[in-house]
Every structure is written in structure tokens, then in C-alpha cells.
T-cell receptor, first 114, second 114 residues
Framework: EPEVTQTPSHQVTQMGQEVILRCVPISNHLYFYWYRQILGQKVEFLVSFYNNEISEKSEIFDDQFSVERPDGSNFTLKIRSTKLEDSAMYFC????????????FGPGTRLTVL | AQSVTQLDSHVSVSEGTPVLLRCNYSSSYSPSLFWYVQHPNKGLQLLLKYTSAATLVKGINGFEAEFKKSETSFHLTKPSAHMSDAAEYFCVVSGPSNTGKLIFGQGTTLQVKP
């Protein structure tokens, strides 16, 4: 069964450093998403992406964040200058269509900012 | 605005007894509703989804949920708990139709005792 994959599974970085989290969505899916879950809190939407453009972003997704689909298979989330409060589990998801369609989630990348 | 409230942060049942995980939602339109499950160190897996067809939705692993518009509820049930059901369960509502955004409840931890 096709699945969404994410690398790395765990990333440790120093405050102020740039990190790139990588995701490989399911191959025939057209819509891509990032969510995050700070320890003990809800899973929160960050951004949705379609046709090489951001469709929607949350207020969390400020100028420190960017997303890119650099080739036909990868989808990346970049955090330019990490802060302590960026420590969280980051989930990538993809779907064939928008709205009512099912989003399939990857296993997550745990980001720890020291 | 859309929101989801999971009424119990922790539910404990004995193996072989019924499971009830409660969820209430708020939405300004007819939403899609989902239940996802997260096993330790795993990604989010879709259990079931409601998209305005039958109000009783059957999912994987014997779970089902009933959409009750009058009560704005979407409770998850299973007749007989299994040890492997121990996990975190998330009730999720779709956001505005052109965004793909999902809005998560805070999660319910299901403990299954032998």
C-alpha cells in the first residue's frame, strides 16, 4: 500500500540554525500539507500546497517557514532560523483531491531545538 | 469557525468491553468528519470518515461512528476492545472548503486493560 514517508525521523538542531524536513507524498497525490504537534498540544495545521503554490497557511506559518516541491517526488518544509518553540513533531500529509478527500499522514519528524 | 472538542482526555476499558470515545464539533457549514488513530511512534492512520452520506460510518478494525447533526456529535465506538486498540485517537473536522485544512481535537488516550 502506498504511504507517505518522512526523513529524518528525529532532528536535533541548535537555536538559530536552519532545518529542512523532507517528505515524499503518495505518488499520484496533488495536494500536500504540513502539520505540527507540540508536545501535549493539539495537532495544528501549518500549510497546504497545490500546483506549486501555497493554498492556505495558518498564522503560525510566518516568514521563518517555507515549503517547496523541488522535484516530482519530494515536498520540503524549511525553517530558516529555528526557535526553541519550534520543537515539535512535524507531520506531512497528502491527498488526491481537496476538501472531503482523505489526507494520508507520514510518521512524522520530531524536531528538537536546543 | 470550526472547532472540535473531545470530551475525554483519557479513557480506560477492559479488554472485551465496549469502547466509547466522545467528540463534539462546531462548524458553520456541513463538514467532513474523521477519526484518526496514532499508535506510539507511528503516524496518524485514518480510522473512518463521514462525508454527508450515511450517518453511521464503519471504519477499520471494527470501529464505527455515528454523525448526529442535532447533537453536533461524532462519537467513536467499538463493541469489544482489543489490547491492540490502545493508542491516541483524534477527532478531526474539515476546515473551509478551498483550503484542505483539517482541525484536530486534543486527542483521547485509550488504555485497554487485560
Amino acid at each position: 500500500e502506498p504511504e507517505v514517508t518522512q526523513t529524518p525521523s528525529h532532528q536535533v538542531t541548535q537555536m538559530g540554525q536552519e532545518v529542512i524536513l523532507r517528505c515524499v507524498p503518495i505518488s499520484n497525490h496533488l495536494y500536500f500539507y504540513w502539520y505540527r504537534q507540540i508536545l501535549g498540544q493539539k495537532v495544528e495545521f501549518l500549510v497546504s500546497f497545490y500546483n506549486n503554490e501555497i493554498s492556505e497557511k495558518s498564522e503560525i506559518f510566518d516568514d521563518q517557514f517555507s515549503v517547496e516541491r523541488p522535484d516530482g517526488s519530494n515536498f520540503t518544509l524549511k525553517i530558516r532560523s529555528t526557535k526553541l518553540e519550534d520543537s515539535a513533531m512535524y507531520f506531512c500529509a497528502s491527498s488526491e483531491a481537496l476538501y472531503t478527500d482523505t489526507q494520508y499522514f507520514g510518521p512524522g519528524t520530531r524536531l528538537t531545538v536546543l | 469557525a470550526q472547532s472540535v472538542t473531545q470530551l475525554d482526555s483519557h479513557v480506560s476499558v477492559s479488554e472485551g468491553t465496549p469502547v466509547l470515545l466522545r467528540c463534539n464539533y462546531s462548524s458553520s457549514y456541513s463538514p467532513s468528519l474523521f477519526w484518526y488513530v496514532q499508535h506510539p511512534n507511528k503516524g496518524l492512520q485514518l480510522l473512518l470518515k463521514y462525508t454527508s452520506a450515511a450517518t453511521l460510518v464503519k471504519g477499520i478494525n471494527g470501529f464505527e461512528a455515528e454523525f448526529k447533526k442535532s447533537e453536533t456529535s461524532f462519537h467513536l465506538t467499538k463493541p469489544s476492545a482489543h489490547m491492540s486498540d490502545a493508542a491516541e485517537y483524534f477527532c478531526v473536522v474539515s476546515g473551509p472548503s478551498n483550503t484542505g485544512k483539517l482541525i484536530f481535537g486534543q486527542g483521547t488516550t485509550l488504555q485497554v486493560k487485560p
